[in-house]
């Protein structure tokens, strides 16, 4: 197994298939097409963009009991990233820990082992990820793909279970005041002050921590005017704020800014993407904290997240799901790379998770 | 007499109106060279000097046939204006006012100075200038600034300033723009400890300025610092800018000009980057010069009120010269929609001019 797994995340990682290349993404799915012949599918496209849900039933569905998912899409790589390299019992190439090897691995498990499952397992695999997949996972959920449990397998899990992601919001701050030259400033009220002042207020009840914590951060993304001469005090700017709301905050977070917003000052929300809060005491969850735990022969550690990944889509839809990955480092940078042991780990831990399902 | 009055009157309003209808909004070189083919007309038998610099034309005419360069006095109007809207092109009297763009800014009291210049330039002993220029809305730099590079020189100028409403504007405050730009460190949002937010370091660095400066609730002769322009590179919403710009309008009086931006340096960071754009100087003419005392003696008799003396807060191209002074008709809207300038007022103010030219005469 190991060494097919390693074969097929190096076949996978050669196919430069890079989320702004649409030709590349198209033959990385016929890739695992070739792979997975013989099994159902249902193939999705929604603008431009394709994705495939496989199932093990006789004929294909969009009702699963289990799904994984995997995108096949990589951020923009140099041209040697996407050889791939072992090196010190890990593998190195642009995607290996985002997503390649675990999707490479979920693919051979699912055609290894799918057949002999007494329930709907379905495997989800999209191009769209790095974009943020509205036309993969998305699209899929919207149609009427469903499931009682949903692994992705994200990087930066590195065999932890992550069962929390926060929010986001992207929110535009709008400030009106009063134009004037600003020879006679006493005429104008500057929405750049106003501005400043929601800001102010903003980040005194949300300021960024110094160091890595789990806790609702907002950050200032662009302050701007349409005011273009330097001789008038604007009566117009806007502010851009990136809000990320861990789960406990979430139904509360854009009221709470809207009340530290002063006189004169509108917020819009721009965008809203769900926070993720999978329980620890999901049944589906335990039954991989214990499996992990018998293989690896330590404790699991179920952790957050910070940055978000399509899992949340899932979230969107109410349906319960984790990130769940193999072990690795440095993905969208020049040395990205998977442990190779890791990933025959990571392997025997979701065969044994599916088989444990009844 | 009245007659004749009356007659000047329409002529100026007439000429007025005519200056309204083009729209030579500043710096647009085709409507410069049109409206000042009309003073041209106006003034077909007087001699001129074209000026140009940067394609943006000027004129200096004179009332000697030698053409002199040095003068007693300047008369000094800009006959551009900022953009306005079509129907602003259209003027038009109503209740003793004219309306449309420029009116107040300030193409009524150049058809004033016009026309004095025309009546009265072979009755006077003394070199007399009239000035005309299209781009004081833009700074002045390439007319009043470019004949004064080019050696034109007068012991006093009178430049046709709105918001002066026939009080003598002796002062004005000089202006300054400060671009501050500081530096952060960018990160993916989703991590925002592992950066630091450019338009937050922005924020802070401009603090110690708007709390030493805030904007004043009225009209005040004490500097003023105002942020025009913030700005960042930064298009992505997930992350976190690491660089910001902004923009500061500095205005002080004559006595503050040399302590001004030091101050304001001091209180910024010492590791922002600073461009400091010189614009105009304060200016400041004696309040006790003889003409101005003249003038607003002048301006009481005319006009029939003692009008203290006036400090301008926006710049204008009397600053280009030692001695100088803005003064205009009652009027109001100036960069705005309802611009005006009163009529009966108008006529005051070409008599004021009037008298005062010719009392200087030996």
Same mark, same amino acid.
């Given at each position: 197994?190991?060494?097919?797994?390693?074969?097929?995340?190096?076949?996978?990682?050669?196919?430069?298939?890079?989320?702004?290349?649409?030709?590349?993404?198209?033959?990385?799915?016929?890739?695992?097409?070739?792979?997975?012949?013989?099994?159902?599918?249902?193939?999705?496209?929604?603008?431009?963009?394709?994705?495939?849900?496989?199932?093990?039933?006789?004929?294909?569905?969009?009702?699963?009991?289990?799904?994984?998912?995997?995108?096949?899409?990589?951020?923009?790589?140099?041209?040697?990233?996407?050889?791939?390299?072992?090196?010190?019992?890990?593998?190195?190439?642009?995607?290996?820990?985002?997503?390649?090897?675990?999707?490479?691995?979920?693919?051979?498990?699912?055609?290894?082992?799918?057949?002999?499952?007494?329930?709907?397992?379905?495997?989800?695999?999209?191009?769209?990820?790095?974009?943020?997949?509205?036309?993969?996972?998305?699209?899929?959920?919207?149609?009427?793909?469903?499931?009682?449990?949903?692994?992705?397998?994200?990087?930066?899990?590195?065999?932890?279970?992550?069962?929390?992601?926060?929010?986001?919001?992207?929110?535009k701050l709008q400030a009106s005041g009063v134009e004037a030259h600003a020879?006679?400033?006493?005429?104008g009220e500057n929405a750049l002050l106003k501005i400043?002042?929601?800001?102010?207020?903003?980040?005194?009840?949300?300021?960024?921590?110094?160091?890595?914590?789990?806790?609702?951060?907002?950050?200032?993304?662009n302050v701007a005017t349409e005011n273009q001469t330097h001789n008038i005090v604007p009566d117009n700017a806007t502010a851009l704020?990136?809000?990320?709301?861990?789960?406990?905050?979430?139904?509360?977070?854009?009221?709470?800014?809207?009340?530290?917003?002063?006189?004169g000052v509108t917020?819009e929300?721009?965008?809203?993407?769900?926070?993720?809060?999978?329980?620890?005491?999901?049944?589906?969850?335990?039954?991989?904290?214990?499996?992990?735990?018998?293989?690896?022969?330590?404790?699991?550690?179920?952790?957050?997240?910070?940055?978000?990944?399509?899992?949340?889509?899932?979230?969107?839809?109410?349906?319960?799901?984790?990130?769940?990955?193999?072990?690795?480092?440095?993905?969208?940078?020049?040395?990205?790379?998977?442990?190779?042991?890791?990933?025959?780990?990571?392997?025997?831990?979701?065969?044994?998770?599916?088989?444990?399902?009844? | 007499?009245?007659?004749?009055?009356?007659?000047?009157?329409?002529?100026?309003?007439?000429?007025?109106?005519?200056?309204?209808?083009?729209?030579?909004?500043?710096?647009?070189?085709?409507?410069?060279?049109?409206?000042?083919?009309?003073?041209?007309?106006?003034?077909?038998?007087?001699?001129?000097?074209?000026?140009?610099?940067?394609?943006?034309?000027?004129?200096?005419?004179?009332?000697?046939?030698?053409?002199?360069?040095?003068?007693?006095?300047?008369?000094?109007?800009?006959?551009?204006?900022i953009p306005?809207?079509?129907?602003?092109?259209?003027?038009?009297?109503?209740?003793?006012?004219?309306?449309?763009?420029?009116?107040?800014?300030?193409?009524?009291?150049?058809?004033?100075?016009?026309?004095?210049?025309?009546?009265?330039?072979?009755?006077?002993?003394?070199?007399?200038?009239?000035?005309?220029?299209?781009?004081?809305?833009?700074?002045?730099?390439?007319?009043?600034?470019?004949?004064?590079?080019?050696?034109?020189?007068?012991?006093?100028?009178?430049?046709?300033?709105?918001?002066?409403?026939?009080?003598?504007?002796?002062?004005?405050?000089?202006?300054?723009?400060?671009?501050?730009?500081?530096? %952060?460190?960018? =990160? @993916?949002?989703?991590?925002? *400890?592992?950066?630091? $937010?450019?338009?937050?370091?922005? &924020?802070?660095? /401009?603090?110690?300025?708007?709390?030493?400066?805030?904007?004043?609730?009225?009209?005040?002769?004490?500097?003023?610092?105002n942020i025009t322009k913030i700005e960042t590179?930064?298009e992505?919403?997930?992350?976190?800018?690491?660089?910001?710009t902004a923009y500061?309008?500095?205005?002080?009086?004559?006595?503050?000009?040399?302590?001004?931006?030091?101050?304001?340096?001091?209180?910024?960071?010492?590791?922002?980057?600073?461009?400091?754009?010189?614009?105009?100087?304060?200016?400041?003419?004696?309040?006790?010069?003889?003409?101005?005392?003249?003038?607003?003696?002048?301006?009481?008799?005319?006009?029939?009120?003692?009008?203290?003396?006036?400090?301008?807060?926006?710049?204008?191209?009397?600053?280009?010269?030692?001695?100088?002074?803005?003064?205009?008709?009652? %009027?109001?809207? =100036? @960069?705005?929609?309802?611009? *005006?300038?009163?009529? $009966?007022?108008?006529?005051?103010? &070409?008599?004021? /001019?009037?008298?005062?030219?010719?009392?200087?005469?030996?």
């Amino acid at each position: 197994m190991q060494q097919n797994v390693l074969e097929f995340t190096k076949k996978l990682i050669a196919i430069p298939s890079d989320v702004n290349d649409r030709e590349a993404c198209l033959q990385i799915l016929e890739t695992t097409q070739k792979e997975l012949s013989g099994f159902s599918f249902t193939p999705f496209a929604s603008n431009g963009v394709p994705s495939v849900l496989y199932t093990n039933t006789p004929s294909p569905t969009k009702k699963c009991k289990i799904i994984f998912y995997a995108h096949l899409d990589v951020v923009p790589g140099s041209k040697e990233q996407f050889i791939p390299v072992e090196k010190n019992g890990k593998l190195y190439g642009r995607g290996a820990y985002d997503m390649k090897a675990a999707s490479a691995a979920i693919i051979l498990l699912f055609k290894e082992i799918a057949h002999q499952l007494p329930y709907t397992l379905g495997l989800q695999l999209t191009t769209d990820e790095e974009v943020v997949g509205f036309n993969g996972v998305g699209y899929q959920l919207a149609q009427g793909v469903t499931a009682e449990f949903a692994i992705a397998g994200e990087c930066g899990s590195s065999l932890r279970i992550v069962n929390q992601l926060r929010g986001l919001n992207v929110v535009k701050l709008q400030a009106s005041g009063v134009e004037a030259h600003a020879g006679h400033s006493w005429h104008g009220e500057n929405a750049l002050l106003k501005i400043y002042e929601a800001i102010h207020n903003i980040l005194q009840e949300y300021p960024t921590p110094a160091t890595p914590s789990w806790q609702t951060t907002v950050s200032v993304a662009n302050v701007a005017t349409e005011n273009q001469t330097h001789n008038i005090v604007p009566d117009n700017a806007t502010a851009l704020l990136d809000i990320r709301p861990i789960p406990e905050d979430k139904e509360r977070i854009l009221e709470k800014i809207q009340q530290l917003l002063p006189e004169g000052v509108t917020m819009e929300v721009i965008k809203t993407m769900p926070s993720l809060h999978t329980k620890e005491t999901n049944e589906y969850l335990q039954k991989l904290k214990t499996t992990l735990e018998d293989i690896t022969k330590q404790p699991a550690t179920i952790a957050p997240s910070y940055a978000g990944s399509d899992i949340i889509f899932f979230s969107m839809n109410n349906i319960n799901g984790i990130e769940f990955g193999p072990v690795g480092g440095g993905h969208h940078s020049k040395e990205e790379w998977v442990d190779i042991k890791g990933l025959q780990e990571y392997y025997q831990i979701l065969k044994h998770f599916l088989l444990s399902i009844k | 007499m009245d007659i004749t009055l009356q007659h000047m009157k329409d002529k100026i309003l007439s000429l007025a109106k005519e200056l309204i209808a083009i729209p030579s909004v500043s710096e647009d070189t085709k409507y410069a060279v049109e409206i000042l083919e009309i003073v041209k007309r106006e003034l077909i038998a007087y001699p001129f000097t074209p000026f140009a610099s940067e394609g943006i034309p000027s004129l200096l005419f004179t009332n000697k046939e030698d053409q002199p360069k040095n003068f007693k006095i300047i008369l000094n109007a800009h006959l551009d204006v900022i953009p306005g809207t079509p129907e602003q092109y259209k003027p038009f009297v109503k209740d003793g006012k004219l309306y449309g763009r420029g009116a107040f800014d300030t193409k009524a009291a150049a058809a004033a100075m016009i026309l004095l210049f025309k009546e009265l330039s072979q009755k006077l002993s003394y070199p007399l200038g009239l000035q005309l220029t299209t781009d004081e809305e833009s700074n002045g730099k390439y007319g009043t600034g470019y004949q004064r590079q080019q050696g034109v020189t007068a012991d006093f100028a009178i430049c046709a300033e709105c918001n002066s409403n026939l009080r003598v504007t002796n002062e004005a405050k000089g202006r300054r723009i400060i671009k501050v730009s500081v530096k %952060g460190h960018a =990160a @993916h949002s989703a991590y925002a *400890w592992n950066g630091t $937010n450019a338009i937050l370091a922005m &924020y802070t660095a /401009l603090d110690p300025i708007i709390k030493a400066y805030p904007s004043p609730k009225i009209e005040t002769h004490l500097t003023t610092v105002n942020i025009t322009k913030i700005e960042t590179a930064n298009e992505a919403i997930n992350i976190i800018p690491d660089h910001c710009t902004a923009y500061v309008d500095v205005r002080f009086e004559k006595k503050d000009e040399e302590t001004i931006i030091p101050r304001l340096l001091s209180l910024l960071p010492k590791d922002a980057e600073i461009e400091i754009t010189p614009l105009h100087p304060a200016h400041a003419t004696p309040a006790d010069h003889p003409y101005i005392v003249k003038i607003q003696s002048l301006v009481k008799e005319i006009h029939g009120e003692d009008l203290p003396l006036r400090l301008a807060h926006g710049t204008s191209d009397a600053t280009y010269f030692p001695l100088s002074i803005e003064f205009g008709p009652i %009027g109001d809207g =100036a @960069h705005h929609d309802d611009e *005006w300038v009163d009529i $009966n007022s108008l006529e005051e103010y &070409y008599n004021i /001019l009037k008298q005062f030219l010719l009392s200087l005469n030996k």
